[in-house]
């Protein structure tokens, strides 16, 4: 199946700062990926994706970039705010499956 | 409001003792899920419903079992709880299957057996 690894475990950033957190995944078939925030007590939620036959995509200060080649994918986040603070998880999946395999998650601190 | 609801929120059990965790969209949504969280570990599937009458085994099943016997309805039950089963769970759906599709997670249920 499935394996995805996401680094760091953890990240403390200044405001106003960029935050990179990086994703690889183990099958070139899987073609989906998804990136979850998780505030404090809170359940996750999508906040952006990517499908393979695109390398980025953005929405204000988020990005996201994929290189198939090297099975990776990573979530950009720029000018950070308080308030970007939480757990985030990315995820791989294949079309027409339906398991979503998520990676252990990234907890960022984006201190004042 | 769309929304996925799930039931009980907190709960502390103990060891043996069956419960049933209840999960319901208001989405018409045809995929269910349950996840379980734990520190360092993310999120794990437990199990998964693409329809009606039809359950797959996630990367977790041990000591779960569930059922979809309405579109809307998909509970989890541990008929023996154990202590490594102390958790946070989530329920989730999606319209039609996890990829491709944004997953809708429930608040979560903090299980705890003692």
């Known amino acids: ?112 | 409001e769309a929304q996925v609801t799930q039931n009980p929120r907190y709960l502390i059990t103990v060891t043996g003792k069956k419960l049933t965790v209840t999960c319901s969209q208001n989405m018409n949504h045809e995929y269910m899920s349950w996840y379980r969280q734990d520190p360092g570990l993310g999120l794990r599937q437990i199990y998964y419903s693409m329809n009606v009458e039809v359950t797959d085994k996630g990367d977790v099943p041990e000591g779960y079992k569930v059922s979809r016997k309405e579109k809307r309805n998909f509970p989890l039950i541990l008929e023996s709880p154990s202590p490594n089963q102390t958790s946070l769970y989530f329920c989730a759906s999606s319209p039609t299957g996890a990829s491709g599709n944004t997953i809708y997670f429930g608040e979560g249920s903090w299980l705890t057996v003692v």
């Open chain 1, 1 to 112: 199946g499935e394996n995805v690894e996401q680094h760091p475990s953890t990240l403390s950033v200044q405001e106003g700062d960029s935050a990179v957190i990086k994703c690889t995944y183990s099958d070139s078939a899987s073609n989906y990926f998804p990136w979850y925030k998780q505030e404090l007590g809170k359940r996750p939620q999508l906040i952006i994706d990517i499908r393979s036959n695109v390398g980025e995509k953005k929405d204000q200060r988020i990005a996201v970039t994929l290189n198939k080649t090297a099975k990776h994918f990573s979530l950009h986040i720029t000018e950070t705010q308080p308030e970007d603070s939480a757990v985030y998880f990315c995820a791989a999946s294949m079309k027409g499956y339906s398991t979503l395999t998520f990676g252990k998650g990234t907890m960022l601190l984006v201190s004042p």
